[in-house]
C-alpha cells in the first residue's frame, strides 16, 4: 500500500505545482522558477519512488493495468519534459505540460489501484522494454504537441501584436520551432522502436508478428505522422503552422494508441489494459 | 526641522526655465557643498541636502526649518547655484512638505512622475543622487532613509508590478517583436532598404542588439555605402535587392519611394527560395515600402509603422493600469518611514521616556511598599512623594535640554541617543544594503 499512499502524495504535489505555473503565468511573472520548479521536481521523485515501491511491492514492472499506464505516463512526461526543457528559456512551457500531466494523474487516481497478479501473457521480460519504450515515445511526442500549441499560440500573437497576449512570454518561433523539430524526432525513433520491440514480443508470444489489432494500427498510424512530419518539413517546407498542427495530428493519434483503441475495440490484444 | 522638497519638472515648467537651472553633473559636488555642510555649525543652507538633477528635473531634497524661513532659504539657494533671479523660476517651483515629500520622490523613483511612464533610469539616478550627497557629506540620517525609502519602493514596483514592463518606443517594440521570432539576433542577418536618417537610427538600434551583419540597399549607391561603412555593414547595388531578400532575416525600409517597393509576388517568391525561414520586416516608410498583402504570407511577419504604435499605445495604457498597485506600494513604503520619522521629533520622545520611567516608578513604589508593611499614612505619603520628586528630579534636566534642542540642527542625534539608551520604541523604516543600479 505505500506505493499508493505515495503516488497520492505526488499527486498533490502535482496539483500543487500546476497551480504555480498557471499561477505565474497569468502573473506575467518570471519569478515562477523559485515555486513551480522545485514543486514539479518533488512531484516526479515522490512518483518515481512510489513506481520502484510498487514494482518491488508487486514483484514485476508495474506497467501491467491501467491505474499503472497513466500513472507511468504522467511520469514519463514529466521526466523527459524536465531533462529536454532543462534550459531556462523553455520553462514557460511548463504551464502546457504540468495540466497534462495533472490530468493523467487524476485519470489514474479514479482506477483501481490494487495489485493483481500478472496475466500470463504479460509474464515476460519484454514488459517493461517494450512499455518503457512506448511510454518514452508518447512522451516526446506529447512534447512535440506542447511546443507545436506554443509555436502556433506565438505566431498568433504575432500576427496581431497590439492585443496583450501570455505570448510574450514563451519562447521565440525559432526556439519553439527547434523544439518540435527535436522532439519529433526522439519521438519517432522511440515508436520506432516501440513498434519493433512490440513486434518481437507478440511473435514470441503468439508466433506472429503483426496482428493489425487496433492498438497496433494506431502506433503505425502514429508513427506515419511524425514521418510525413519530417519528409514534408524538408521537402515542402512546413516549417510553419502546417508543420506544427501536423505534430498536434501526431499528438491526437499518440491519445487514440495509448487509451482510445482500447476504448474502441476492448476485445483487442491489448486490452489487458482495461 | 522638516523635511522639504523644491524643485521644477518638466510637468511645471516650460524647457526654457528648466534649462536656466540645469545643473551640470561637474558643478553637483560644488552645489552640494553650499547646500549643507557636514558639520551641524550653520553654514550652508540646510541641515541635510540630497540634490536630484535630470534632464527633466531639478529637486532639492532637504532639511531645513519649519515654515517660510526654510523655504525661503531653498529659494536663494536656487537663486545662488543658478545665477538666475529668482523671479524667472519662482512660478514654476513646486514646494512640498514631509509626508508630501516622500511620496513625492517615491513617485520619481517607480517612474511615475516621468514623461515615459515607469521608465527605469530615473531608479539609478535617484540612487545615484543619494549616493552623490553621500559621499559629500550633505546628506545624513533623515535624508538617506527617505531616499532608501524611495529606492526601495521603485525596485519593488518594478519587480512586483508591471509599471516597467514591455517597450513603450518604437524602436523598443521593435526589438521586442524581433525576440518573438528570433531566439538571438547575433546569428541574423538585417537589410536596410533606403540610408536615410530612420535608417541610420534602425542600424543603430540593429547593431546595439548585436545584429550579426547588416546589409545596405539604396537607390543612390554613395548614400548606402556611407551608412554600411558607419555600421561595419556591406552596401549592395539597388538591383541586388531581390537577392540580399534571400540571405536577410530582418528586413527595415524607409526609402522616400512613392510607391510600393517590396511586391507580393517578389516576396513570395523569396521565401519558396528561403525554403519558408522566417522574415521579419518593418516598413516605417510613409507612404509605405511594403505591399500589405505581403503581411498575409506564412512565416512573413509585417508591420508598418501604424502597428508599432499601436503597440506602443497598448504597452502604455498597460502601464496605466498598474499605477494603483505602485501607489499601494508607495503608500506602505511611506507609511513606514513616516513612523520612523515622527519618533525623531522632541515631544513624543519626552512623552515616551516619562512614560516608561513612570511605569518603573509605580512597580518599585508598590513593591516597597509591600516590603515595608503596617506603615501610617502619612509615612506611606512620604515615600510616595519621595519616589516622585527622584523621578522629576532625575528627567528635568534631559526634558529642559532637549526641549531647548527641539529646533536646533543636531535635535535627531539627541532623540536617537536617548531611545537608543533607554530602550524606548524605534520603528525603524526597514534598511536593507542598497546597491547601484539594482
Known sequence: MANVVGFFLAALMYGASTLAHVACWIGGSRRCARLSRPSLLAAVSLHGLA???RWVEAGYAPFSNAFESFSLYAWGLTVVYLLAGSLRRYAALGVFVTPLALLSILVASVLPTRIEPLVPVLQSHWLPIHVGISFTAYAFSTLAFVAAVAYLHQERALRQPARRSWARQLPSLEALDGLQRRMA???????????????????????VVWVWE???????VTWFIHALYFYLRHSAHWRDRRGAWLLVGGFVSVLVTFVGADLLAPDSHHDFLF | MQITQIGLDHKTAPVQVRELLALPA???????????ASECAGSGYAQEGVLLSTCNRLEVYALVEDGPEGDGALREYLERISGVSRSQFDPHLQVRHGQAAAVHLCEVACGLDSMVLGESQIQGQVIEAHQMALAHGATGTVLSALFRTAIQAGKRARTETAISQHAVSVSHVAVELAGQIYDNLTDKVALLIGAGEMAELAAKNLVDH?????LVVNRSAGRAAGLARQFGGEALGWDRLNRALLQADIVISSTAAP???LRRDVVETAIQMRRNRPLFIIDIAVPRDVEPAVGGISNVFLYDIDDLQQVVDANLAQRQREIPRVKAIIKAKV??????YRTLDVVPTIVDLRRQVERIREMELERAMRRLGGLSDPERDVVRIFSQRLVNKILHQPTVRLKERANGCDSYYYVEALRELFGLPRPKPEMDQERPGG
Open chain 1, 51 to 53: 513506481i520502484v515501491l
Open chain 1, 185 to 207: 524526432v526522439l519521438g519517432l525513433v522511440f515508436m520506432t522502436g516501440a513498434i519493433m520491440s512490440g513486434s518481437m514480443w507478440a511473435e514470441k508470444a503468439w508466433g
Open chain 1, 214 to 220: 487496433p492498438q497496433q494500427t494506431a502506433s503505425l
Open chain 2, 26 to 36: 561637474a558643478r553637483i559636488p560644488d552645489a552640494l557643498e553650499t547646500l549643507s
Open chain 2, 210 to 214: 548585436g545584429i550579426g551583419s547588416l
Open chain 2, 259 to 261: 510607391h510600393a517597393i
Open chain 2, 335 to 340: 507609511s513606514e518611514f513616516m513612523a520612523w
